[in-house]
Structure formats: C-alpha cells, structure tokens
Nanobody
Framework: QVQLVESGGGLVRAGGSLRLSCTAS????????MGWFRQAPGKEREVVAA????????TYADSVKGRFTISRDNAKNTVYLQMNSLKPEDTAVYYC?????????????????WGQGTQVTVSS
C-alpha cells in the first residue's frame, strides 16, 4: 500500500506560479512511476505530467509543455510539480498518482494509487 498526500495548491493570478508536492508513505516510492493529473468541473481527469522511477525521463501534456516541470526526490519520497505562467484554464483539482508500470506515459486507468487532490485556482 502507498498513501499519497498532496499539498501546495491555492489561489493565484494568471501569470503566477505554484509548486505542488506529493509525499508518499512507505519505503517503495522509488519503484513507482509517478504522475500529476488534474480534473476540472465537468471534465474527465487528465494527465498533466509523468516521471520515471529514477527521475531521468519525463513526459508532459501539450497544454503545459514549457510551463510546468515535474521532478522527484526519492530520498524524500516526494514528487513535485512546478507550475509557471499559470492560466485560468489550469484551474482544477490536481492529483498525484503512482503506477507500477514502467512506461512514462500514464493514463488514469493505469494508476494504482491516488492522492486526495489539491485545488488550484487561477484568476484572470
């Protein structure tokens, strides 16, 4: 079992930045590919970014490329999402997810463990 706890969400103006953190329980964090997802009201949950177990490989949704950066610190059991140049359309609940798959392209259906989510609201 892995428990994931997100933090760092909040209200920010367009053009601003936020850094999300997701900390995992247990000693097996480094064996999971990690991802950040988001879900806006009335929309399906979508992947934002993913990172390999070692942190050496990352993937991003086209909508956030060049603005968001995913990283991880396996010694701290934590994955991060640095979000810059935020737009109102980035408003959503952001979730981190862990998967045993080694493929660094994650869809919600392949996630084994979810965090509880953290709200990000970007005002115009």
């Amino acid at each position: 079992q892995v428990q994931l706890v997100e933090s760092g969400g909040g209200l920010v103006r367009a053009g601003g930045s936020l850094r999300l953190s997701c900390t995992a329980s247990g000693r097996t964090f480094s064996t999971y590919t990690m991802g950040w997802f988001r879900q806006a009201p009335g929309k399906e949950r979508e992947v934002v970014a993913a990172i390999s177990r070692s942190g050496g490989s990352t993937t991003y949704a086209d909508s956030v490329k060049g603005r968001f950066t995913i990283s991880r610190d396996n010694a701290k059991n934590t994955v991060y999402l640095q979000m810059n140049s935020l737009k109102p359309e980035d408003t959503a609940v952001y979730y981190c997810g862990a998967t045993i798959s080694t493929i660094v392209v994650i869809i919600p259906a392949t996630v084994n463990y979810w965090g509880q989510g953290t709200q990000v609201t970007v005002s115009s």
